[in-house]
């Protein structure tokens, strides 16, 4: 039963995607139905392949589903209007692994480009730009460009360009992937600091088990495009495996080798 303050901030119901190849159809996201509950950190994770960053780009309609809805805040993001699909992307940020900054713009004005997009006057995109760059800690390399600046640093700055327009959900495709064990660790906190102070329901699709047992707080495990395997860390979810041992479910709720006496 869904308890108080936990309902969905996003549905996927039955969503498929397929690709064309030369030797015909590969399903790379098959049938797949997930809730993500509002105020989670909600990872998904699985072997290369598995689809999980196709998963993530039909969430905010990057990727049309072929089948299946897609709802986030109680609207059905697969059936709006294209015009009205705009305005409820901006309410969903996204950060990838390579960063994906404008090069040869700012750091302040790559964050300003959502807000421009968005129709947000100048005086309040100073304003909200400079919110931003404290909140990611950057505030001095505001009229840097992004070469001049560390992976780390480039994935703030991504950061705060996904937070420009103060989005209800945060995708993230990989985004400590590039990055060294210790700059990992700096991003996590960010990414930990946006969902507990500012209340962000973050999604990250990850193959880093770390990054799953430090930062998240439910699970689903994808596999040949299906979600094999979903759980909650936090209250106790410690049904068996739905699928076998040393299961990645074993080995994120600290299970692993209870079956090697
Ligand atoms: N635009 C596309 N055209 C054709 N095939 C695609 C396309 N996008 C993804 N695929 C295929 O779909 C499958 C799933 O890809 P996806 O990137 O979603 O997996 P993933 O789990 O994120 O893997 P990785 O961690 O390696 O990125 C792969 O076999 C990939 O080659």
Redesign the pocket.
């Known amino acids: 039963m869904e308890r108080k303050g936990e309902f969905a901030i996003l549905s996927l119901s039955r969503v498929s995607k397929g690709?064309k190849?030369k030797d015909g159809m590969?399903q790379?996201v098959d049938d797949v139905s997930l809730d993500v509950k509002k105020g989670s950190i909600h990872g998904v994770i699985?072997e290369?392949?598995?689809?999980?960053?196709?998963?993530l780009r039909l969430i905010n309609l990057l990727e049309k589903p072929d089948q299946g809805t897609v709802t986030v805040d109680g609207h059905n993001l697969t059936e709006m209007p294209s015009k009205q699909l705009r305005k409820a992307r901006e309410k969903i940020g996204m950060i990838f692994q390579q960063f994906n900054l404008v090069n040869n713009v700012t750091v302040s004005r790559n964050i300003s480009i959502p807000l421009e997009l968005a129709g947000v006057p100048k005086r309040e995109r100073m304003k909200r730009v400079k919110e931003c760059l404290d909140f990611v800690g950057l505030a001095d390399k505001a009229e840097q460009y992004p070469a001049q600046l560390s992976g780390g640093q480039r994935q703030r700055v991504a950061i705060a360009r996904a937070l420009s327009n103060s989005p209800g959900l945060l995708l993230c495709d990989?985004p400590t992937s590039s990055l060294d064990p210790g700059t990992t660790a700096d991003i996590l906190d960010v990414l930990k600091d946006i969902n507990g102070g500012l209340g962000v329901t973050v999604v990250i699709?990850t193959?880093e088990m770390d990054v799953v047992k430090s930062l998240c707080t439910h699970v689903s495990v994808?596999e040949k495009g299906r979600i094999v395997d979903s759980f909650s860390r936090q209250d106790g979810d410690f049904r068996p495996a739905a699928v076998r041992t040393g299961s990645y479910r074993d080995q994120i709720l600290g299970k692993a080798g209870e079956t090697h006496v």
Request: proline share 0%; aromatic share 12%; glycine share 18%.
């Open positions: 690709f190849l590969y790379a699985g290369s392949g598995a689809g999980k960053s196709t998963l990989e699709v193959h994808m």
